[in-house]
């Protein structure tokens, strides 16, 4: 079965750009997505089709998927980006997420 | 607005089943899959599976083929999940989400269920 890897955590100083990456077989061969979720609330989505950023989330977040790896980046990170961020692509008629990455802001 | 509207938390026993409601509104329920998510606590996301509520066809995540079942019923928008054999791991809230054109545009608030003797 298709899976998808991420790094368990990634640190960034406010201002500075946090990039975390997901990693699956000619992932870039296909859509990718990423979700922000925060303690006690549903995901939401952040970047959907590599790169392209659904109404209402600020420009600073934004995508990229090429080989094996996409990417989520965000610039200029503020504290309220501190958040679990899952990748999630399409595979044979299933979904497949990444197993989250724990963004902390500090 | 889009809405997706999930059932309130469940306590069951280890060997009983679960069914999981999720009211959707706000847009043509028969027009987009809708997906099943679930995740342990402080644990990531797992996907579950996929309902087309116009078809009625599902496609279930290996793991758990055997065990879910996912059902809608059109006339009160309402699609439905039904987890049985339930064991302490099931323990996890459980997410309705709309796939918008391959892409989970909008969830449910999330139900807890809890699986214990």
């Known amino acids: 079965s298709y899976e998808l890897t991420q790094p368990p955590s990634v640190s960034v100083s406010p201002g500075q750009t946090a990039s975390i990456t997901c990693s699956g077989d000619k992932l870039g061969d296909r859509y990718a997505c990423w979700y922000q979720q925060k303690p006690g609330q549903s995901p939401v989505l952040v970047i959907y089709e590599d790169n392209k950023r659904p109404s209402g989330i600020p420009e600073r977040f934004s995508g990229s998927n090429s080989g094996n790896t996409a990417t989520l980046t965000i610039s200029g990170t503020q504290t309220m980006d501190e958040a679990d961020y899952y990748c999630q692509a399409w595979d044979s008629d299933t979904w497949v997420f990444g197993g989250g990455t724990k963004l902390t802001v500090l | 607005q889009v809405q997706l509207v999930q059932s309130g938390a469940e306590v069951k026993k280890p060997g009983a089943s679960v069914r999981v409601s999720c009211k959707a509104s706000?847009?043509?329920?028969?027009?987009?899959?809708i997906n099943w998510v679930r995740q342990a606590t402080g644990q990531g996301l797992e996907w579950m599976g996929w309902?087309?509520?116009?078809?009625?066809?599902?496609v279930y995540a290996q793991k758990f083929q055997g065990r879910v079942t996912m059902t809608r019923n059109t006339s009160i928008t309402t699609a439905y999940m039904e987890l049985s054999s339930l064991r302490s791991d099931d323990t996890a809230t459980y997410y309705c989400a709309r796939d918008g054109s391959f892409v989970f545009d909008y969830w449910g608030q999330g139900s807890l269920v809890i699986v214990s003797s």
């Open positions: 706000g847009y043509t329920f028969t027009s987009y899959d």
């Open positions: 309902m087309n509520p116009n078809s009625g066809k599902t």
